[in-house]
């Protein structure tokens, strides 16, 4: 019984670690589109300031600050 409790923790560890993941890259990639627009012209900043900041809540703080840095 203790064995399969264990197992399930474990699964469902792995389960979130994944999902992050997931949700994370986006977030990364387009920080990386970011850095290679940032000598571009305004619109261009303006649209990756859009694409960084405009994410689910957890993510909001950490792309407004590079999209301040940018800007």
């Known amino acids: 019984?203790?064995?399969t409790i264990i197992i399930l923790?474990?699964?469902i560890i792995?389960?979130?670690?994944l999902i992050g993941?997931?949700?994370i890259k986006p977030s990364a990639s387009s920080v990386e589109t970011c850095k290679s627009?940032?000598?571009?012209?305004?619109?261009?900043?303006?649209n990756c300031?859009?694409?960084?900041c405009e994410?689910?809540?957890f993510l909001k703080n950490k792309c407004k600050r590079?999209?301040?840095l940018i800007n």
């Open 49 to 52: 300031y859009k694409n960084c």
């Open 37 to 46: 627009l940032q000598n571009s012209s305004l619109t261009h900043i303006d």
């Open 21 to 23: 993941g997931f949700l």
């Open 9 to 11: 923790i474990i699964i």
């Open 1 to 3: 019984m203790k064995k």
């Open 55 to 57: 994410k689910p809540y």
């Open 14 to 17: 792995l389960a979130v670690t």
């Open 66 to 68: 590079f999209c301040y």
